[in-house]
């Protein structure tokens, strides 16, 4: 049987994934990834923390060189190459070779999507300007962090509230320059918490000097230089500034798909099986081009998280390289779990939030406590505050929020399984979490919560 051809098209994190599990899966095929900027692997996570100057080096974020990846996974790897057309009924896609212009096409047995997403960005001119800055890539983060280390800026406007607005936010104030954000939505962070918590979230901003603003921007002014000196809003201010980053969240990229007649979905991203196969039958896609199915409701969400985006990758390396040999693999879909880190402030969620649940019809309420963190003696012990959304009459777990100090965002991981197996608050009541004075009180505040939601849900 020849070998067969394997094309993966794009990196960061879903894209290695699969070109390593593909090749796992079937070592004789010829695995080719294509990515066309210069880095294949990288932690963007952590990008905020370099530009706070946490991490110094950017080299520390690359995970896996292109050099690495071909010695230690045995795919051949083309970075700086864009993948302009694909044609999988002809089994073949159009390459711009970005370093010399030339433009060539090649023939695959199958490919794998692993296209990403780009920032959001609002529709106003002059998003160009040298100190107008998104915040996606490692090289967006190297480009902020070098106008950081060449000239004082005062004052920075923020677009967007959501975790990445936060952790820039967090990076800004590190490097000494004051800090607004514009959120028109309900709140920051209001697809993470609903209202009784975020006010805790929005007194440490202001307690860091960061400030809120629920406005929209509608204009930048600019200097006779190019650079933008003031953004204006949707409420007549006009806020000086000596720079802006635009965190507004991301779309995924599907432009190359919907040029193959691959189909998008309700959320806007890639349609995809549980093996990740798209309506095409030789093309599979994973990361952050995809939706995906939420395991509480089996709703097709789009959740852009690194941990979905590794996960799917496997699914779909394996897959497109099987061959027909064993079982395909599915992916089980996702809980929804993510937590940031706001300044001194850990907030975390899970499942869903109130509105969510009863958006998808469920009959809810959520029960709200603060507890301490540790032993109420010990150094070191903080408020921790934890919402619990429960479905009435059979009292299933659907969702929580951790906020908290000390402690709060691993505990959301304890919840995970929980709402992903349908369990009730009983069975978290009933739980032996750990306790021991340094790292839990008696009754951990998980436990306390479940005793809460429990005393409502009695007739």
Same mark, same amino acid.
């Given at each position: 049987m020849p070998a067969q051809r394997i094309a993966v098209i794009g990196g960061t994190a879903s894209g290695p994934a699969a070109a390593a599990q593909a090749k796992r899966t079937d070592p004789g095929a010829e695995v080719v990834l294509f990515e066309q900027g210069p880095h294949i692997s990288y932690g963007a996570c952590e990008m905020p923390y370099f530009v706070a100057g946490e991490i110094e080096d950017a080299k520390r974020l690359i995970k896996l060189t292109p050099e690495r990846f071909e010695q230690t996974r045995g795919g051949r790897v083309l970075v700086r190459h864009r993948v302009v057309a694909l044609d999988p009924p002809r089994n073949r896609l159009t390459v711009e070779d970005l370093a010399t212009g030339e433009v060539r096409r090649?023939?695959?047995?199958?490919?794998?999507?692993?296209?990403?997403?780009?920032?959001?960005?609002?529709?106003?001119?002059? !998003?160009? #300007?040298?100190? %107008?800055?998104?915040?996606?890539?490692?090289?967006?983060?190297?480009? @902020?962090? /070098? &106008? $950081? *280390?060449?000239?004082?800026?005062?004052?920075?406007?923020?677009?967007?509230?959501?975790?990445?607005?936060?952790?820039?936010?967090?990076? !800004?104030? #590190?490097?000494? %320059?004051?800090?607004?954000?514009?959120?028109?939505?309900?709140?920051? @962070?209001? /697809? &993470? $918490? *609903?209202?009784?918590?975020?006010?805790?979230?929005?007194?440490?901003?202001?307690?860091?000097?960061?400030?809120?603003?629920?406005?929209?921007?509608? #204009?930048?002014?600019?200097?006779?230089?190019?650079?933008?000196?003031?953004v204006r809003t949707d409420r007549g201010e006009r806020i000086g500034c000596g720079l802006v980053v635009v965190a507004m969240g991301i779309v995924p990229n599907t432009e190359l798909a919907a040029g193959a007649r691959i189909r998008t979905g309700e959320t806007g991203a890639l349609a995809v099986d549980a093996q990740m196969r798209t309506n095409l039958p030789n093309v599979w896609a994973c990361g952050d081009c995809v939706e995906v199915e939420r395991v509480i409701d089996r709703k097709k969400v789009y959740a852009p998280l690194s941990p979905t985006a590794f996960r799917t990758a496997r699914v779909a390396g394996h897959n497109a390289a099987r061959r027909g040999r064993g079982r395909p693999t599915r992916f089980p879909g996702v809980t929804g779990a993510s937590a940031v880190r706001v300044f001194e402030l850990e907030v975390a969620a899970v499942g869903l939030r109130l509105r969510e649940a009863e958006a998808a019809g469920y009959d809810a309420f959520a029960a709200t406590i603060r507890h301490v963190s540790r032993g109420a003696s010990m150094p070191g012990a903080k408020p921790v505050h934890v919402r619990l959304v429960v479905e009435r009459g059979r009292g299933r777990l659907l969702g929580a929020e951790l906020v908290g100090e000390d402690g709060a965002a691993l505990r959301a991981d304890v919840l995970v399984p929980l709402i992903r197996e349908g369990a009730t608050v009983a069975r978290l009541r009933d739980l032996d979490l750990i306790y021991t004075p340094p790292f839990a009180p008696p009754l951990d505040p998980l436990i306390v919560a479940a005793h809460e939601a429990a005393r409502r849900l009695r007739p």
């Open positions: 090649e023939r695959f047995d199958k490919f794998i999507l692993a296209t990403g997403a780009r920032s959001l960005l609002p529709e106003l001119d002059g !998003l160009d #300007a040298p100190n %107008v800055f998104p915040f996606r890539t490692l090289e967006d983060a190297a480009a @902020l962090r /070098a &106008y $950081l *280390d060449e000239r004082a800026v005062g004052h920075a406007v923020v677009f967007g509230g959501g975790y990445i607005g936060m952790e820039v936010a967090e990076a !800004l104030r #590190a490097r000494e %320059v004051r800090v607004t954000i514009l959120e028109p939505g309900p709140g920051v @962070l209001h /697809a &993470y $918490l *609903d209202d009784d918590l975020r006010p805790l979230v929005e007194a440490v901003l202001q307690r860091r000097g960061v400030v809120v603003r629920r406005e929209r921007a509608v #204009a930048l002014d600019h200097h006779p230089g190019g650079t933008v000196r003031a």
